[in-house]
């Protein structure tokens, strides 16, 4: 009976990685634009407004119970959908959430409507809900893994370029040697 269960608590002991993984899937591999959108985590925690999310949106996100204190920007668009990017400006919670949210106001009730996506600077996504007039639930990553490339690239695309600035030439002027050169040509 012993080497029987032995076997079993081995076989269970093997098991339990390979569940605990088909639970969490590996997070979707990086964005190509890494770099860039580090660059526009640094803009919004520079420029960004003071606001926070939600404790319920916070929570399913997995980034606490309380509300999270965010730098964000956020963009509307033509259809009343607000895209936006919040950086974490809690110490212990490097976080990036981006959302495409519209906000929908149906007699007494104010809700919003759209998806949130869990991310890093790094651009690797890391959670995926969608949010509705019944709340929010998590979705697979590649449900709208298309979608969350495309914000991210918008913001790219809206984040003010931090290339290296060209410094302009100093204007034309004889050098020295030159102006030496003339007074010995006198």
Do not use: C
């Amino acid at each position: 009976m012993k080497r029987y269960y032995s076997k079993f608590l081995i076989v269970a002991l093997a098991l339990i990685p390979v569940a605990l993984l088909s639970q969490n899937p590996a997070p979707t591999p990086s964005h190509p634009d890494q770099a860039e959108l580090s660059k526009v985590e640094e803009w919004v925690l520079s420029q960004g407004t003071v606001e926070s999310i939600a404790a319920e949106l916070a929570a399913i996100l997995g980034l606490g119970s309380d509300r999270l204190p965010v730098k964000l920007k956020s963009f509307r668009t033509s259809d009343g959908v607000s895209h936006t990017f919040a950086v974490s400006t809690n110490p212990s919670q490097k976080a990036i959430v981006i959302s495409a949210l519209k906000t929908i106001v149906d007699k007494m009730k104010i809700y919003s409507v759209g998806t949130a996506w869990l991310t890093d600077r790094s651009g690797t996504l890391r959670q995926t809900i969608a949010v509705d007039a019944s709340g929010a639930r998590v979705l697979p990553d590649n449900a709208r893994a298309a979608e969350f490339n495309n914000i991210t690239a918008f913001f790219i695309k809206k984040a003010p370029a931090t290339a290296p600035s060209i410094t302009s030439s100093p204007s034309p002027r004889t050098s020295a040697t030159a102006a030496r050169r003339k007074e010995e040509a006198k």
